[in-house]
T-cell receptor, first 115, second 109 residues
């Protein structure tokens, strides 16, 4: 079965622009989490959605937002981009959240460069 | 705080054992995990351990948990060049994972 698909894989934006990243979870998975990965800060939790509702949110400013659709696909949006937003954005899906084993299935990420 | 700490780098010879260490912070974590990230890829779950266990073995992988010291380790036996990657430990914390800083494992012939 298909894995987690993230689009686009790479993108370049300039400061002040906004960006939307997309994530299609594994079929049947209802939970989607987003993480930001940077060399300096490592992997930081952004938010988690389950059945179109945001269940959990990390410590990121309001410029970072997300949503989940009825088919479990999720998007995240970053507005008014800053240089420090350059990162690999990883999406992970699971059946119903961390549950019993906590296994998250990760996509390959969207690498965002802000110039 | 929510810091999960790991040493940044480990270099081992092919065929030797690798031991990657992790110190976590949340004593209420139910599960602790090890993920692997290869270049250009997302993270892949390697193994996990329930917090009431002190050891788990899975083929070449052995996880040791010292709950008193909040110390977790991953031992890879007979390390191969294909094991070269970044390894992250993670603890669960209110329905999200807190990841460590990652240890880059380099395996040389």
């Amino acid at each position: 079965k298909a894995g987690v698909t993230q689009t686009p894989r790479y993108l370049i934006k300039t400061r002040g622009q906004q960006v939307t990243l997309s994530c299609s979870p594994i079929s049947g998975h209802r939970s989607v989490s987003w993480y930001q990965q940077t060399p300096g800060q490592g992997l930081q939790f952004l938010f988690e959605y389950f059945s179109e509702t945001q269940r959990n949110k990390g410590n990121f400013p309001g410029r970072f937002s997300g949503r989940q659709f009825s088919n479990s696909r999720s998007e995240m949006n970053v507005s008014t981009l800053e240089l420090g937003d350059s990162a690999l954005y990883l999406c992970a899906s699971s059946l119903g959240g961390l549950g019993n084993t906590g296994e998250l299935f990760f996509g390959e990420g969207s690498r965002l460069t802000v110039l | 705080g929510e810091d999960v700490e790991q040493s940044l780098f480990l270099s081992v010879r092919e065929g030797d054992s690798s031991v990657i260490n992790c110190t976590y912070t949340d004593s209420s974590s139910t599960y602790l995990y090890w993920y692997k990230q290869e270049p250009g890829a997302g993270l892949q779950l390697l193994t996990y351990i329930f917090s009431n266990m002190d050891m788990k073995q899975d083929q070449r992988l052995t996880v040791l948990l010292n709950k008193k010291d909040k110390h977790l380790s991953l031992r890879i036996a007979d390390t191969q060049t294909g094991d070269s990657a970044i390894y992250f430990c993670a603890e669960d914390n209110t329905d999200k994972l807190i990841f460590g800083t990652g240890t880059r494992l380099q395996v040389f012939p």
